[in-house]
């Protein structure tokens, strides 16, 4: 989630009804919290809610990304999945000239 800054000042984050923000209570290690403090303190993030908010969904986003590249080698390993792919890839292969004239 990126900060929207206008100025100097940052905006506030708003709550929509699609999207409400929910108060959840979160204990750190002191020196994290710390870390967090002097982010905010130094203008680069608009305030520690969305500093740790920006953070959390970088890291689900990596973990996702994560199992994603797990399947997709198991899948290269999948004798049955690479016959379907090139079949599919072999199907496809009629129409790579379709529509295209002056050949």
């Known amino acids: 989630m990126a900060?929207?800054?206008?100025?100097?000042a940052p905006l506030r984050r708003r709550s929509t009804a699609a999207?409400?923000?929910?108060?959840?209570?979160?204990?750190l290690h002191a020196r994290v919290a710390e870390a967090v403090?002097?982010?905010v303190a130094t203008g680069d993030a608009p305030s520690a809610d969305a500093f740790i908010e920006e953070a959390i969904i970088a890291r689900?986003?990596?973990?996702?990304?994560?199992?994603?590249?797990?399947?997709?080698?198991?899948?290269?390993?999948?004798?049955?999945?690479?016959a379907d792919m090139t079949g599919t890839?072999?199907?496809f292969d009629a129409t790579l000239g379709d529509g295209i004239t002056g050949r």
């Open 19 to 27: 999207d409400p923000l929910k108060k959840v209570t979160l204990r």
């Open 60 to 82: 689900l986003r990596e973990r996702r990304r994560e199992k994603l590249y797990v399947a997709y080698t198991e899948a290269s390993r999948d004798a049955a999945f690479q």
């Open 89 to 91: 890839t072999r199907a």
């Open 3 to 8: 900060s929207a800054v206008v100025g100097s």
């Open 37 to 39: 403090r002097s982010v």
